[in-house]
């Protein structure tokens, strides 16, 4: 395929992508890693030094930086006094010994898109129909703070305010106390979305996100762009099983409450589950804390995180049932306690299409191969797209690997979807979604 360049509004440009890696290479030093990931969790201090250096970077550049009530940051540059704005973003935040492109590399790309639009209105007379914003959302891992996507749940009404803000980690730091030791958590709401805003004010017309695709799709195509359609359904859940401490020497195996053998026979029930429905349904236990975890002590408690996945919300709700009766036959077998301590879920559900077109034009006017395709993951454009026009783009990640320090994205990758990012914001902008 060859470049449209008279459809183009801002045509590549080989110096903006240069500045584009040179910035990732700066910003992935921001709590690096021995083996070439991340260590960036929510609100630590290495999630701060990235933040305070995205905002130096975005003011030199002429936008004005603020954080609302939840710690989300962003970037704001005025075209059209009064009107609203086109946002485009990701996460800093990282796994535990992350990956440096997952969410990062969204961020990036978005701010560099947005300067080049700012830079591009301000000498072409053209006439835009709304503002440029870029947003950093808070805790979109929930590595640190549960659940995941956290600052774009309260964006969007999905998670309350004050339970998201006195949300504790392993340490009993809340939400608010990290934030606030950061002087990262704003007093109002920069935006108005919906009814559940009382203090916010300026107008959202649309979203735009990049991100790797976390998944071997585009890399075992040979395809450079992901269209992205739809997005899988997830259920999270946060359990307690519940037995009773003893000895392991002295407690006969009849009368043990295990609570360790009975979350063992959860994750094992779990995994029977997908085994049972195959390719439509993926499920998995993320975590385990085992109390008291001592070497000669019957576990009393497990704290356990599990979650089903699914394409299909008719599936997930019958895998659901399922896990249901499997926690009532464990409970009888292991003589433990199950209780649901926290649930979170999405469903399935199909992105803007006129958004899917739209960048699907942008790419072929790019000249760049692309693909429709679904995610698994979820990201917070599948809080964002129930509210307002949404855009999601994957760029490949070779080998499907995410959330783990040799996580890897080509370079040709980086620059082609910041340029398609670029195009297609500024479409947004024009007044196309």
Known sequence: MTTNTDRLRVPADASADRDLLADFVTMSAFGATEAGGVERQAATASDGENRRWLAAWLIERGFTVAYDRVGNMFGLYELVPGAPYVLAGSHLDSQPRGGRYDGAYGVLAAAHAMNRLRDYYSRHDVDARYNLAVVNWFNEEGSRFKPSMQGSGVFTGKIELEVALGTVDSDDVTVQQALGDLNMLGESDVFTVGDHHRQGGLGVASYAE????????????????????????????????????????????????????????????????????????????????????????????????????????????????????????????????????????????????????????????????????????????????????????????????????????????????????????????????
């Open 210 to 433: 990049i991100h790797i695709e976390q998944g071997r799709e585009l890399d075992k195509a040979g395809v450079v762009m992901g269209l992205v359609d739809s997005t899988w359904g997830a259920n999270k859940y946060e359990i307690a099983v519940v037995g009773s401490q003893s000895h392991t020497g002295a407690t006969a195996i009849a009368d043990r409450q295990d609570a360790l053998y009975g979350a063992s026979l959860a994750v094992v029930a779990l995994r029977d589950l997908a085994d049972r429905y195959g390719d439509d349904l993926h499920t998995s236990c993320g975590q385990l804390t085992v109390f008291p975890n001592s070497p000669v002590v019957v576990a009393r408690e497990v704290h356990m995180h599990l979650d089903l996945r699914s394409p299909s919300d008719d599936l997930l709700d019958e895998a659901d049932s399922a896990l249901n009766r499997a926690f009532a036959e464990i409970e009888l077998k292991a003589d433990v306690e199950i209780q649901r301590r926290f649930a979170h879920r999405w469903k399935g559900h199909t992105y803007t299409p006129e958004g899917v077109e739209l960048a699907g034009r942008v790419i072929d006017d790019l000249g760049i191969s692309k693909q429709k395709v679904r995610t698994r993951a979820g990201h917070d454009s599948t809080n964002m797209k129930d509210i307002v026009p949404t855009v999601m783009l994957f760029i490949p990640s070779v080998d499907g690997v995410s959330h783990a320090e040799n996580e890897y994205t080509h370079d040709k990758d980086l620059v082609s979807g910041a340029d398609v990012l670029t195009e297609t914001l500024a479409r947004m902008v024009e007044g196309e979604l």
